[in-house]
Each structure stands twice: as C-alpha cells, then as structure tokens.
C-alpha cells in the first residue's frame, strides 16, 4: 500500500513504470517505483558489494595456488637435473679412476704370464739338460 499512498502509483498496475520490476519490489528495495531509471540493480545493494570484494580475493588466491604450484615444480625439475649432473660427474671421475686400474691389472697380468712362462720355460730346459 505504501506504493500507492507515498509514490502515487497506479494501482491496477503491477510495474507503474515499466521497468520489469513490481512496484512494491521497487518499495521494498527503496528505489521510486515511478522512476524506470530507477531499479533494483541500480540500488546500492550489499550483495553487490560483497561480490565485488569476493571475486578479486578469490581471483588473487587461485593466482598466488598456481605460483607456488609452478614455484615446486620448477624446484623439483632444478633439483632433478642437479642430481643427474652430479650423478654425471660422479660415474665420469669413477670411468677416469679405473682406466688405470685396469691399465696396472692387465699390466701385472701380463708380466705374470710372462714370469710363468720364463719359470716354465727354465724348468723344462733344465729338466731336459739333467
């Protein structure tokens, strides 16, 4: 009723207006229900409000999920390849170590061979002089 009495509208009309909503919707969201310029999306609402806060801290807390996110597996993929450089350097200086060793075992090998062969050698001539 305050519609009609306060804001003069017409009451055998629903939307005194024009604007798609009822005057009394226009009432009770403190917007003038003759005014079509004048609506309830116009209206300072707190809805509004707070969905204008929310979106930009959910927008800034998805950005700062999806830093870290790359932050760990840049970390991961460093520390992966760090790993395998180091592990790289590692198997090369043991390569580089047992070169020589091989080199002195098949050097003692072959001087043995050698040895064995000499004593044999002696052995048989001086069995064969006796």
Known sequence: MDEINIYNTNPNDADSDGDGFSDGEEVDAQTDPNDPSSNI????????????IIIPIILLVI??????????????????????????????????????FRRIEMYNLDHLTLKAAQIAKSKSSSTSTA
């Open 63 to 100: 950005g700062v999920v999806i830093a870290l996110i790359v932050i760990i597996i840049v970390k991961k993929k460093t520390n992966a390849s760090k790993l395998k450089k180091d592990y790289s350097i590692i198997e090369s200086v043991e390569k580089t170590e047992q070169i020589p």
């Open 41 to 52: 999306n116009s209206s300072n609402d707190s809805s509004n409000i707070l969905i204008i």
